[in-house]
C-alpha cells in the first residue's frame, strides 16, 4: 500500500506531499489540485511498465496533457527541468520516479534511473490498478471488448469493459468473503456475478444483470431487469446503473493489495444511493484495496463517516480526507482531515461541505425578514 505520495514540479504543485490510507477522499475547490494527484498516480503506473524508458503525456487512462511545457510547475524554487513523483510504501521502501522535462516540446517524458522494483499496485497486472474516470460511460445498446488475455482484464478507464468482464468472470471467480453483501454469503452467491447484482441493487436499484458476448465481433452487451420483471436494453434502465455499474464490478474485482481511484462515484444517484457507495467503498478498503476516491458529495463522505462510527468497518486511522483550496494568490492550499472513532472529523474548514448550512441559515433569515 502507499502511504505517502510526493509531488515536485507536476502542474499545480511545485512540491507537494500527501499521506495516503487504505481509504483516502480528495475533495474540495474545483481546479485545486485534486485531478493532479490522480494524475500523478496514473503516470506513475505508466512509469512502471515493463522495459518502459519514457512516459506518454497522452493516450493512457484518457490523458490528454499535451507536452512538457504544460505540465511543469513553474513556481518551483528548485530545477524546473524534472518532474519527481515518490511513494513511501507501508513496508518502507521507497519508489521514485524522475522525468526529464527538458524539452518542452516533448510529448513522450524519458525515465530517468527507473527503479528496479514498483509494489504490486503499479506494476501488477491491469485489474491491480484500476482507474475509473468521471466520464464513464452511460447506457449504451452495445460495447466493445478488450483484445487483452481473460486473465489480465479490467474494466476499462470509462467502464468500456464491464460486459466482458461478466461474461468471462461472473460465474467463474468468486468474491473475497470480506468484500461481500451481508445479504448475500452462501457458496453460490459468492459468485463474482451475484455479488455485483446485490451492491448494485443495494446501491442504486433491485438490478438483475445479463451479459452478451459476441468474440468473433469484439462486441459485447448488458441487459438489466427488476428480479422478476422483463430484461431490458441497458438506454431503458437509467443512468444510475450503468454509472456504478463500472466502480461496484472493479471494486470486487480488483486484488487485495491492489489500488482503485474512481472520480465522482456520485454520479447519477440518489442521494440514499451515494451514501451507500461510500459504505461500499470502505468495505474494498477493509479487505485490502486501496481506494482513492475523487467526490463532490457529502453524501459520498456520510456513507464513510458512518462506515466508521455506525458500522465500524474501517478504523477511524484507515481513512482520511484531503480538502483542496486555493490561496488568495492562486495557489493550492490544501487542509488533511482525519476521522474520529465515532465518524466524526478532526477539523471543518470553511467551504468544507458547508454550503448546505449557508443555504439554510440564509432561507432561516429570508423568513425572520421577508423581502418587501
Not at 471488448?145 to 468472470?169: M, Y
Request: charged share 20%.
Amino acid at each position: 500500500m502507499i502511504t505517502t505520495l510526493q509531488i515536485t514540479g507536476f502542474k499545480r504543485f511545485a512540491s507537494c506531499s500527501l499521506d495516503l490510507a487504505p481509504l483516502t477522499v480528495l475533495t474540495g475547490l474545483n481546479g485545486a489540485g485534486k485531478t493532479t494527484v490522480i494524475q500523478a498516480l496514473l503516470l506513475a503506473r505508466e512509469a512502471s511498465t515493463p522495459g518502459a524508458r519514457t512516459v506518454p503525456l497522452n493516450g493512457p487512462f484518457g490523458l490528454e496533457l499535451g507536452s512538457a511545457q504544460d505540465v511543469l510547475n513553474l513556481h518551483t524554487a528548485v530545477d524546473t527541468s524534472e518532474i519527481v513523483l515518490s511513494m513511501l510504501m507501508d513496508d518502507g521502501t521507497e519508489v521514485r520516479f524522475l522525468l526529464d522535462a527538458r524539452d518542452e516540446t516533448l510529448l513522450h517524458l524519458p525515465i530517468k534511473d527507473p527503479p528496479k522494483q514498483v509494489p504490486q499496485a503499479l506494476g501488477g497486472p491491469h485489474r491491480a490498478f484500476t482507474y475509473l474516470c468521471a466520464e464513464r460511460l452511460g447506457p449504451r445498446d452495445v460495447l466493445g471488448a478488450s483484445a487483452r488475455p481473460a486473465d489480465d482484464l479490467s474494466v476499462g478507464v470509462r467502464g468500456e469493459f464491464c460486459a466482458q468482464v461478466l461474461a468471462l468472470h461472473g460465474l467463474k471467480e468468486k468474491v473475497s468473503p470480506g468484500r461481500m453483501h451481508p445479504e448475500r454469503h452462501g457458496d453460490v452467491d459468492a459468485f463474482l456475478k451475484y455479488q455485483v447484482e446485490a451492491w448494485l441493487s443495494d446501491i442504486a436499484r433491485p438490478t438483475e444483470i445479463n451479459t452478451d458476448w459476441f468474440p468473433n465481433t469484439s462486441v459485447t452487451a448488458l441487459r438489466f431487469r427488476t428480479p422478476g420483471g422483463d430484461w431490458v436494453r441497458a438506454p431503458n434502465m437509467g443512468f444510475g446503473v450503468s454509472y456504478s455499474l463500472p466502480i461496484v464490478l472493479a471494486g470486487l474485482f480488483t486484488p487485495a493489495g491492489g489500488l482503485l481511484i474512481v472520480e465522482n462515484p456520485e454520479a447519477h444517484l440518489h442521494p440514499a444511493g451515494q451514501s451507500r457507495m461510500g459504505t461500499f467503498l470502505a468495505t474494498l478498503a477493509r479487505d485490502g484495496v486501496q481506494v482513492l476516491v475523487e467526490t463532490h458529495s457529502d453524501h459520498v463522505l456520510n456513507g464513510i463517516r458512518r462506515a466508521i462510527g455506525e458500522h465500524q468497518l474501517l478504523g477511524a486511522d484507515q481513512a482520511l480526507v484531503h480538502f483542496f483550496d486555493m490561496q488568495a494568490g492562486g495557489q493550492p492550499e490544501r487542509s488533511t482531515l482525519r476521522f474520529t472513532p465515532a465518524g466524526g472529523l478532526s477539523d471543518w474548514p470553511r467551504k468544507f461541505f458547508d454550503q448546505y448550512q449557508l443555504d439554510v441559515a440564509a432561507l432561516a433569515r429570508v423568513r425572520r425578514s421577508p423581502p418587501r
